[in-house]
Nanobody, 119 residues
Framework: QVHLVESGGGLVQAGGSLRLSCAAS????????MGWYRQAPGKQRELVAA???????NYADSVKGRFSISRDNAKITVYLQMNSLKSEDTAIYYC?????????????WGQGTQVTISS
């Protein structure tokens, strides 16, 4: 199984920055992609940013130019640097893992970390 540990959420003023981290552990054979999704109250969960094993990245239009996703292969950790935060970035942020373990392909979600932006 894959275990995800998220950290870095919190409360910050508009215009500020936060960095989220998500560390994966377990008997991982390969990683297809890791990323971050978010869900605001009353809204559907949406992709924020993702990075593939080939370092291709994908961002939601709403965060392009403000957020940056990166990864540390040795630590099996993905980071989301969030700058110029806005009140509309307030949400629970979920780490997402897609890859292969012994029993095959899996998709795993973290438990979520709250990000709150005060105006």
């Amino acid at each position: 199984q894959v275990h995800l540990v998220e950290s870095g959420g919190g409360l910050v003023q508009a215009g500020g920055s936060l960095r989220l981290s998500c560390a994966a552990s377990g008997n991982i054979f390969s990683i297809n992609a890791m990323g971050w999704y978010r869900q605001a109250p009353g809204k559907q969960r949406e992709l924020v940013a993702a990075i593939t094993s080939g370092d291709s990245t994908n961002y939601a239009d709403s965060v392009k130019g403000r957020f940056s996703i990166s990864r540390d292969n040795a630590k099996i950790t993905v980071y989301l640097q969030m700058n110029s935060l806005k009140s509309e970035d307030t949400a629970i942020y979920y780490c997402n893992f897609r890859g292969t373990i012994q029993r095959g392909y899996v998709e795993v979600w973290g438990q979520g970390t709250q990000v709150t932006i005060s105006s």
